[in-house]
C-alpha cells in the first residue's frame, strides 16, 4: 500500500479534534501552574476564588463543545475526564472557601466537623454525582464506555488527597487558616506546669505531653496519611501542628518553643541545616541559668526526648540559632567536634567573590543556604564545621541560567581541631538548565 493511500484512509479531521481537545487542557495546565506556582505568595482568598472560576469556565467551555462540533460521542470518555478535573480544580477552592468562613460563623463543634477528614470529601461527592449524571443522561454510549467511566471515579478517589492537596496546603503555607491555638497552648501549659515548682519539672512535663499526644511524620508520605491534607514542612505554623497533633522536628519545636514562653521558660529555637533537624534550648534556672537542648522530636530516632544531652545527636554539621535581630549564632561546638575548612577557588578571569560556594552535607543537604561568603586576604572561604565528609560546590550562572561556571566534584573531610585546604576551579558550562 502507498503512502498515499494510507493518507486517504486517515481522518485528518478526527486526529485534527483530538489535538485541539489536548491543546486546550495543556492551556490550562499551563495557566493553572503559573497562577499558583509563580504567584504562590499571593495566594489567599482570591486566588482560590480565581482557580475556581478558572476551572468552572474552562469545564463550560468543554460542554459547550461537547454537545457541538468538537467533542462528538467517540470521545465521550476524553470528555469526562477532562470534564472532571476542572470540575476538581473548580468544587475544591471553592469548597476552602465556603468552610473557611462557615467555620467562622458557626459554633466551635460545628467548626470542627467541617475540617475534620471527612469534610474533605464532600467535593468528591458531588463530583462522584456528576458523573452519575452524565451516565444517565446517556452521554456514555455504550456499556464498555460507563465501565471506562466507573474505572476513572475509582481513580479519582484513590488520588483525592493528591487532588485536594494541590489547594489545601499552599492555603496553609501563607497563614489563611482560622483556627488560632493561642487559647489551647495556654490551656494546656497551664494545666500540665502550674503545679510544678522548676523550670526543669515544667520542660519535662511539656516534653512528657508532645510524646504521649503527638505524631511524628517524618519520613512518611504526606499525601496519603492521616490527616494527609493538613501536614506541611514548610508551614512554619503551630496552629496546624497544635490542633492536629501532627507534625516534623520543626513543627514540634516551634510549638514546644510556644508552650515553653507561656509557662514563663526562656528558650531559643535551634536549627542544624546540614542534618535537617530543629529542636530548642531553654535556659533552667536550677541548672544556673544554662541553656540546654529540649526535643521530643528524637522520640522517633530511638524512643526517648532529648533532654540536657548535647551528645544526643552525634556530630552535626553547622548549629546556630538565631539573636533578636536575625543574626545567626554559631554554637556548632556544644554539639559536634570541629575542624576548619578553607576553599580556594581558582579562575583567571572571574571574580571569586561571584561564585556561589556550597557546602553539602553527607545527608545532602546544603549547610550556608543564605549567607554570603568573602573571602580572606589570602583568597580562602574559611569555615568552621562539624569532623565529618562533606561535599563543596562552587558555581555562577547568567543569561537565565544558560551560560555559567561550576566545579562540584570535591569530596572533602573535616577533622577535629585541623585545617583542611581544598581548591576548586570551576569550569565553564552551557545549557546548565537543560543538564539539571
Given at each position: ?56 469556565s ?68 458531588f ?10 443522561k ?35 503555607v ?37 510524646l ?39 513543627d ?83 554539639y ?6 578553607s576553599?580556594f ?22 549547610i ?11 583568597g ?14 562552587a ?33 565553564k ?7 539539571n
Open positions: 500500500m502507498y503512502i498515499s493511500e494510507i493518507i486517504k484512509k486517515v481522518d485528518l479531521k478526527s486526529q485534527m479534534k483530538w489535538m485541539i481537545l489536548i491543546l486546550l487542557f495543556l492551556v490550562f495546565v499551563v495557566i493553572y501552574r503559573f497562577v499558583f506556582l509563580c504567584l504562590l505568595k499571593t495566594y489567599n482568598d482570591i486566588t482560590i476564588l480565581f482557580s475556581g472560576i478558572l476551572g468552572g474552562l469545564s463550560l467551555f468543554l460542554l459547550y463543545f461537547r454537545g457541538g462540533k468538537i467533542i462528538k460521542k467517540d470521545m465521550s470518555i476524553i470528555t469526562i475526564w477532562i470534564v472532571l478535573i476542572t470540575g476538581i480544580f473548580t468544587i475544591i477552592p471553592i469548597f476552602i472557601i465556603v468552610r473557611k468562613y462557615f467555620t467562622l460563623i458557626f459554633s466551635n463543634y460545628l467548626s470542627k466537623i467541617l475540617i475534620s477528614e471527612t469534610s474533605h470529601y464532600i467535593p468528591l461527592f463530583i462522584i454525582i456528576f458523573v452519575i449524571f452524565l451516565q444517565n446517556d452521554c456514555l454510549i455504550n456499556y464498555r464506555n460507563k465501565i471506562k467511566a466507573s474505572l476513572i471515579i475509582l481513580l479519582v478517589i484513590f488520588f483525592w488527597p493528591f487532588y485536594f492537596n494541590i489547594f489545601y496546603m499552599p492555603y496553609h501563607n497563614g489563611f487558616y482560622f483556627y488560632d491555638g493561642t487559647d489551647d497552648i495556654q490551656k494546656t501549659a497551664f494545666s500540665l506546669t502550674n503545679n510544678l515548682p522548676s523550670d526543669e519539672e515544667k520542660l519535662i512535663a511539656l516534653l512528657n505531653w508532645q504521649n499526644n503527638f505524631t511524628n511524620v517524618y519520613g512518611q508520605n504526606l499525601i496519603f496519611m492521616k490527616p494527609y491534607l493538613v501536614i506541611n514542612r514548610a508551614s512554619n505554623n503551630y496552629n496546624l501542628s497544635m490542633y492536629y497533633k501532627h507534625g516534623v522536628c520543626g514540634f519545636s516551634l510549638l514546644l518553643s510556644e508552650l515553653a514562653t507561656t509557662s514563663g521558660i526562656e528558650n531559643r529555637r535551634i536549627y542544624s541545616p546540614g542534618e535537617n533537624h530543629e529542636w530548642i534550648e531553654v535556659k533552667i534556672s536550677e541548672n544556673n541559668h544554662s541553656w540546654v537542648n529540649a526535643d521530643a522530636a528524637w522520640f522517633w530516632h530511638n524512643h526517648e526526648y532529648v533532654y540536657n544531652d548535647s551528645n544526643a545527636y552525634g556530630n552535626q554539621s553547622r548549629v546556630y540559632y538565631e539573636d533578636m535581630s536575625n543574626n545567626q549564632i554559631d554554637i556548632t561546638e556544644k559536634s567536634t570541629v575542624g576548619n575548612l576553599i577557588v581558582k579562575s583567571d578571569n572571574q571574580d571569586v567573590t561571584s561564585f556561589d560556594i556550597k557546602i553539602i552535607s553527607s545527608q545532602g543537604n546544603s550556608f543556604p543564605e549567607i554570603p561568603r568573602h573571602p580572606d586576604s589570602n580562602y572561604f574559611n569555615y568552621t564545621l562539624g569532623t565529618k565528609n562533606y561535599t563543596v560546590i558555581e555562577k550562572y547568567y543569561f537565565l541560567g544558560l551560560i555559567g561556571y561550576r566545579d562540584l566534584n570535591n569530596s572533602v573531610i573535616v577533622t577535629e581541631n585541623k585545617t583542611t585546604m581544598i581548591v576548586i576551579e570551576p569550569k558550562q552551557y545549557l546548565h538548565i537543560l543538564k
